[in-house]
């Protein structure tokens, strides 16, 4: 008889949600498998051109869902933060299929492509994220690391210090607001406000 290595093992209980792809079923935080959401910090722009908090609005829904439903995940893998990788079910439906189609989730089409038609599918019918511009939950991540996206939405004004040593701010809509990073260990930083700026020594950017 060959015992299943425990790493590997499937997993059922009560679902607590950490956010829209991540889950702890009972004592095993999991993430679901083949899919990819906003992170709880990130923001959406609508057609008017609002920034509006789509990370935690996809966190709040995928809670009102699943927050003490009981699940069955099939791990697997393990993924580099500990967490088991599973496709989970709630009373027989494929959570990951359920969120990608309502557009609260995107295929995670590095990993997996099980909702690839899901997703298109949701696209086509602009159901919920897809009625916004999102960017790619991966592609903010990186940018987040190299300093390009607030931690803080509130404080977005980005503080930067160019070669020669001039203290310059940027505003979100700005040129080069996107592609501007900030390094707080040389002395960068972000702001909440533009009077906050312009009293620590920096200038706006002109364009």
């Not at 009972?26 to 789509?54: F, M, Y």
């Not at 996206?149 to 996107?178: L, M, T, W």
Request: aromatic share 8%; net charge positive.
């Amino acid at each position: 008889m060959v015992v299943p290595s425990l790493s590997l093992a499937d997993f059922s209980g009560r679902v607590n949600v950490i956010d829209a792809d991540t889950i702890d079923v009972d004592d095993v935080r999991g993430c679901i498998h083949g899919t990819d959401a906003p992170e709880k910090a990130q923001t959406c722009q609508s057609e008017q051109n609002l920034n509006w908090a789509c990370g935690e609005w996809v966190n709040q829904q995928v809670r009102v869902r699943l927050q003490g439903q009981r699940a069955t995940c099939k791990r697997v893998d393990t993924d580099k933060y500990g967490r088991a990788v599973a496709p989970c079910f709630v009373n027989g439906e494929d959570i990951g299929c359920a969120l990608v189609s309502d557009g609260l989730a995107f295929a995670y089409r590095k990993y997996s492509m099980a909702y690839d038609l899901d997703e298109k599918g949701a696209a086509v019918n602009d159901r919920g994220l897809h009625s916004s511009r999102v960017q790619d939950p991966a592609q903010y991540r990186k940018t987040l690391a190299k300093g390009r996206i607030p931690p803080d939405r509130n404080c977005a004004i980005k503080g930067k210090i160019s070669s020669s040593g001039k203290r310059i701010y940027h505003v979100a809509g700005q040129r080069f607001y996107e592609q501007t990073g900030i390094n707080t260990n040389k002395g960068e930083r972000w702001f909440c406000s533009a009077d906050e700026a312009v009293k620590a020594g920096w200038r706006r950017a002109r364009r």
